[in-house]
């Protein structure tokens, strides 16, 4: 909704679009009231609902449903008609003015009537519809949506498709422009999206935007912004004038039947440049449209605007570069913030993405089975300096693109997406789907079946129309002599994950970018596993537990299975044993699996010897209290893993590489724009204390570039680190690499484990120091006598910035806490480290009485 300013002189009551919110909902079987006239009234059960909202969001704020309720109190979002009614008056409406009823979002076989008049029918949850109601409004009015059966128009007739995909329960989905979520048993909660998902608005301002297309490019450093917009106004349009920053222009104005078409272009000298977070400052600028219509000035917020350039290199693989800077991008595919709204609460979307930034995430990927997110998701991206890949809303299934109807409805749906992205400066890769190439090469389908011609001609052709300066991709994964091969082009690597690799093979398998990759069943912090099982001791046979893990629909194993095959590859145990006779110590080592194997598999990409340029985790957050692929849980607490892939994902990073017999590498990373002066320091420890072999180099890393040693160019002579030639015992069972600053900050540190087992527990003397740096924030100091492994804080109702991390013997480190989601705890709980026999208890003290 664009936002307008409107002065004294003209009347304010209708001077913004007015919000229909609050409304009344029931439930009806399928098809037994064609319109409201037929609609039983007396016997409906109706109760309170909202807009934006769900059928489930106002199921659940009545008490009538809850996510977490037993099998028998299933929702039936797909297998009723839904009813939603409201009212709202207009009899001071200004005479002659007109006026249109806005709907943001509606999902998915709508149809609405006002004051009994059929005024639009609906069948694409993606679209925004405008419906001039002027000549259909009454002093009072009645306004009535009827949200039908999903279930019913599956089981219209309809042709086969040509191959059939597991990932739904029902093929003919493809014919319907809907999410995905909640229809996938494999692994989304079955809460399926219904009702008025965004918002519904009257808009009877005097000068309304109703249409409006901005698009930024830099060309030889001049930012140059294009302009297309209509507007509807009873006034004579006297000027129009487009502003940027203390830049401006007059642009033109037509009349055409619509009312007015304007379009236009600024130049900008040497505007800021917006780069993502990780390499420079995602520079803003703000963007508004001047009016004068009949000799009063109106004043519309277009947001906020940035410049960048964008290259795409598919030589061997995929990179982007964004202001001629490559880039290595890493971070996560996204969901949703709350799989019940879709859309979420505006605090808790910021939480998510604030989050992402501070992990080091540089781009995000919407998959084709999500929603197109809103407006707020990608204001946020732009602030924070985080790239979006976007998928079109199309999925494993082989849609018919070449029905007339069809065709004409994702193309409106793919130009008025294009349209509300396009001046987004984070938004850079549009991709035509999710594993629809996959899927169909997979099911031996020939190479002609496997890309049509909506996705290789027509989509990217609107892309490079509607939204230039970005990149296009066919499909993900797609590139390969077969999509799925993870050595060229856009891959989905699951080698270390699902399909039980090694992280030795990552070199073999060369993945050049990974829009997927490493998916694990991983594991919440406590307060979640009991929510989960109820309140009842966590137990992984707990049948919600199992449930609710994710899993291949046909396959006979999960994600459970694969995180316990790797729990036996790094610590050496039975996880069956172990789980069987000590659950608390299953879950400990379970909790930290998937992060170390995520590090070590990035440890990989970005070293000097790799050709990787990208790498996107499966999931960004779950979608319900789960072990689940997310790196945060539903209510957006990170996970073990988030806190690993934080560590590995920094500007400025050692990493450390096994190279077999020539011993490990360090990597030394810098990606910002100045000269990195650092020293970096090898240290090899035995028994956690004593330490064989200590010693630094000083290096310099070039700006955006890194450098790599030999372990025997820091040491100065032959130490078998990763004890490859196996001379006897092993001399040391830990290597700390890290890199100082020149102030001896640390700045990061990297770590190798040469004989892998189960950590002993073995008392330590730690020394914690709390104090209060600000509301409910806390920074607490931390050292001990000897190393420890995974340290983690056990507290309710703050966030570390750090956790489940290695201390080195005798070094001091600093943890941020602030408060999560305003619980009101007391700073108080408990430090554990898979090597330390019991967990200590920490708190913070007042020194006020």
């Given amino acids: ?133 002027t000549n259909h409004l009454q002093p009072n009015n009645d306004l009535v949506i009827a949200f039908r059966s999903l279930r019913e128009r599956l089981h219209q007739r309809r042709p086969r498709p040509r191959w059939k995909t597991n990932l739904v329960n029902h093929q003919q989905l493809r014919w319907q422009r809907t999410t995905l979520l909640g229809r996938i048993p494999g692994w989304s909660p079955p809460i399926t ?119 795409v290199s598919q030589e061997n693989g995929f990179a982007l570069r964004v202001n001629g800077v490559p880039l290595y991008c890493r971070g996560a595919c996204w969901t949703v913030s709350d799989i019940t709204t879709l859309d979420g609460a505006a605090d808790s979307l910021a939480h998510d993405l604030r989050l992402a930034r501070e992990a080091g995430v540089n781009l995000l990927r919407i998959g084709g089975t999500m929603i197109y997110e809103s407006d707020r998701f990608y204001e946020l991206c732009d602030e924070l300096g985080i790239l979006v890949w976007q998928d079109f809303m199309f999925a494993n299934m082989d849609y018919p693109v070449t029905d007339a109807g069809f065709a004409a409805e994702i193309e409106a749906e793919a130009v008025g997406e294009l349209k509300r992205l396009a001046r987004h400066p984070s938004l850079a890769v549009y991709c035509g789907n999710s594993e629809v190439e996959q899927q169909a090469a997979m099911l031996g389908m020939s190479a ?109 194993w999960d994600f459970e299975d694969v995180r316990d095959f790797y729990l036996q590859e790094l610590f050496g145990v039975d996880p069956v044993r172990l789980r069987s006779f000590d659950m608390p110590r299953y879950l400990q080592l379970s909790s930290v699996v998937p992060g170390e194997m995520m590090a070590r598999v990035f440890a990989e990409w970005r070293s000097t010897s790799s050709h990787n340029r990208g790498g996107l985790v499966w999931f960004y957050k779950d979608l319900w209290p789960a072990t689940g692929w997310g790196i945060l849980d539903n209510l957006g607490l990170p996970k073990a893993a988030y806190y690993y892939l934080r560590r590995s994902w920094q500007p400025q990073q050692i990493t450390l590489t096994d190279e077999g017999l020539d011993g490990l590498h360090l990597h030394l990373v810098n990606e910002t724009a100045q000269p990195l002066r650092a020293t970096a320091e090898l240290l090899l420890l035995k028994d956690g204390q004593t330490p064989i072999a200590r010693k630094e180099a000083p290096c310099e890393i070039p700006p955006r570039s890194a450098i790599a040693l030999r372990s025997e160019d820091v040491l100065g002579q032959f130490f078998d680190v990763n004890y490859a030639y196996r001379f006897g015992p092993p001399k040391h069972d830990v290597v700390i690499a890290t890199l100082y600053d020149e102030a001896r900050a640390v700045l990061s540190e990297a770590f190798y484990f040469p004989c892998p087992g189960t950590p002993t527990p073995t008392d330590a003397e730690v020394n914690i120091h709390v104090t209060e740096t600000g509301d409910e924030q806390y920074q607490l100091v931390l050292s001990a006598n000897r190393f420890l492994q995974s340290v983690n804080f056990d507290l309710s109702g703050f966030l570390p910035d750090d956790n489940y ?38 708190a913070w003290q007042s020194t006020h009485a």
């Fill in 805 to 842: 991390f290695h201390l080195a013997p005798h070094r001091e480190k600093t943890i941020h806490f602030r408060r999560f989601k305003n619980q009101a705890k007391k700073f108080s709980g408990y430090i554990a480290a898979l090597n330390l026999k019991e967990p200590i208890k920490f």
């Fill in 1 to 133: 909704m664009t936002h307008v300013e409107i002065p004294p002189n003209v009347s304010t009551h209708w001077a913004a679009p007015k919000l229909l919110s609050a409304w009344q909902c029931c439930a009806q079987p399928p098809g037994a009231a064609l319109a409201p006239a037929l609609l039983n009234h007396t016997a409906a059960d109706w109760f309170p609902a909202t807009a934006p909202g769900t059928v489930a969001q106002a199921l659940q704020a009545q008490g009538r449903w809850q996510p977490d309720a037993p099998s028998e109190a299933t929702f039936e979002g797909d297998e009723k008609d839904w009813w939603y009614a409201t009212t709202f008056a207009a009899s001071d409406l200004p005479v002659g003015q007109s006026c249109e009823l806005v709907f943001e979002g509606l999902a998915t076989i709508a149809e609405v009537w006002l004051n009994g008049q059929h005024i639009l029918t609906a069948e694409n949850m993606f679209r925004r519809y405008r419906v001039d109601v």
């Fill in 448 to 556: 002609d079946l496997q890309r049509n011609d909506w996705f290789a001609e027509r989509l990217p052709r609107l892309c490079a129309e509607y939204h230039p300066g970005t990149a296009y991709v066919p499909s993900s994964p797609s590139g390969g002599a077969m999509p799925f091969h993870v050595g060229e082009g856009i891959a989905h690597y699951y080698g270390v994950g699902a399909y039980l690799r090694s992280p030795r093979e990552l070199r073999q398998a060369n993945v050049k970018f990974a829009t997927e990759c490493l998916g694990f069943a991983n594991l919440p912090e406590m307060e979640t596993l009991s929510a989960i099982t109820g309140g009842a001791l966590p137990t992984t046979h707990h049948p919600r537990w199992k449930a609710r893990v994710p899993r291949d629909t046909g396959s006979g």
């Fill in 193 to 311: 999206a219904v009702g008025p998902w965004r918002a519904i608005w009257l808009d009877a301002r005097p000068v309304r935007l109703t249409e409006s297309h901005l698009n930024c490019a830099i060309e030889h450093g001049t930012g140059g912004v294009t302009f297309r917009a209509q507007v509807q106004t009873n006034f004579p349009l006297e000027q129009a004038v487009l502003c940027a920053g203390t830049t401006q222009t007059l642009i033109s104005a037509e009349r055409n039947e619509n009312g007015w078409r304007l379009t236009g272009r600024l130049s900008i000298p040497d505007p800021p440049l917006w780069f993502p977070h990780t390499h420079g400052a995602p520079e803003l600028t703000d963007c508004t449209l001047q009016l004068t219509a009949g000799g009063t000035s109106f004043s519309f917020s277009l947001g906020r605007i940035g410049f960048r350039s964008l290259e």
